[in-house]
């Protein structure tokens, strides 16, 4: 008999995954009800891309449809953004009021695009690319306009930048560091993949800041200023530079946080009723933002929400294949910094044999 209340605040690939292995554990446990601040039922976000580039649809990528929910006896609460979590009567209450009790809760809120603090940033035309209402968004402006430009060159502005191409946009990125993906990659191995995207249309202007978001005069983003005055035609804006964990919430509530809700080995906060999980979470002071890791935390949460109480999540390795473009290519260790390459060659030769595996296939620093 189900006698205890969970809930969770956040109905992202991490939540449910959670969802999913403790009621492979622990079926008859809880009562179970699911905040999710988005219309939809939970989806795969690594797919957004090649919806962005018209290769799958928006519902090709739904990872648990209404069903299933409602199969697992899951209350689903669609389009309900929490804004209150009250610790002493154990309550989290909605924006339109609704108000569910728990006995265990989990906050797995993910994180929002990080917005450069520069004037226009709020302009009409300017989106952050993290979610199907933003990809949406961009979908529609191929619609009706020609030029992007993309504001960072890690692994989802590189995405949103391909898949505008593959829409018919002019598409620059701008990037703050002298290559593409340099926390995943060293620099020879950017350097590659920076020609393979230049021979597909789109272009670059690595180590430089962008400096302002020009109005047309009637509200909307009409162009791109760059530190030294360049300035490039652009009626979308994608902010791809870097992702905030999704920490307000707590805040509020009184868990400490610090970029990311602290958690220990069990994905517990400093109160022992709450569990936070995935983006939004700080692990040994780091917040992951790759899927894998986030799976990882899920059997390790899910465990101790069934009462198990044995597993331990110690950390995730930062190995990794990545996908960009349909370019295929693999990360593990630590990149050095521009400065350290030449002393840790002699010191680690397997450096010499970061390669191109095939013509698509990049091999990062290991």
């Known amino acids: 008999m189900k006698t205890s209340k969970l809930v969770m605040i956040g109905n992202g690939m991490a939540g449910v995954r959670t969802l999913e292995e403790l009621l492979r554990l622990a079926p008859e446990q809880y009562q179970i009800t699911v905040f999710g601040a988005e219309p939809h039922p939970n989806y795969n976000r690594t797919l957004l891309s090649p919806v962005l580039a018209g290769e799958q649809s928006f519902e090709e990528i739904i990872l648990n ?25 154990r309550q989290v209450i909605a924006e339109d009021g609704t108000c569910a009790d728990y006995d265990r809760l989990v906050i797995a809120t993910g994180s929002t695009p990080s917005r450069l603090s520069i004037p226009g940033n709020r302009l009409q035309g300017v989106i952050g690319y993290r979610d199907i209402a933003g990809a949406r968004a961009m979908i529609e402006t191929t619609r009706s306009h020609s030029h992007a430009v993309v ?56 180590g430089t800041a962008t400096e302002e978001l020009i109005d047309n005069g009637a509200g909307r983003v009409c162009a791109v200023q760059l530190a030294g005055g360049e300035i490039i035609t652009a009626d979308l804006v994608v902010m791809a530079a870097g992702i905030t964990p999704n920490t307000e919430l707590a805040e509020r509530a009184g868990l400490p946080c610090k970029h990311g809700i602290l958690v220990d080995d069990t994905l517990q906060t400093y109160d022992p009723r709450i569990y936070a999980i995935g983006e939004c979470a700080n692990h040994r002071g780091i917040s992951y933002g790759l899927v894998a890791p986030l799976m990882e935390q899920a059997k390790v949460c899910a465990n101790h929400l069934a009462m198990l109480g044995f597993a331990r999540y110690q950390g995730s390795s930062t190995g990794t294949r990545l996908k960009v473009a349909g370019i295929e290519m693999f990360s593990a260790g630590d990149v050095p910094h521009p400065g350290q390459v030449a002393g840790m060659r002699g010191a680690c030769p397997l450096h010499d044999w970061q390669i191109e595996l095939a013509s698509n296939d990049v091999l990062a620093w290991t």
């Open 151 to 206: 504001i960072g060159g890690g692994l989802l502005g590189l995405e949103a930048a391909n898949g505008l191409k593959q829409r018919g946009m002019d598409v620059t990125v701008v990037h703050l560091a002298d290559w593409l993906l340099e926390k995943q990659l060293d620099q020879s191995a950017g350097d590659k993949l920076l020609r393979a995207l230049q021979a597909r249309g789109i272009r670059f202007r690595l």
């Open 65 to 89: 449809d209404l069903a299933w929910y409602a199969e697992n006896g899951v209350e689903l609460l669609l389009g309900r953004k929490v804004v209150k979590i009250d610790r002493r009567r």
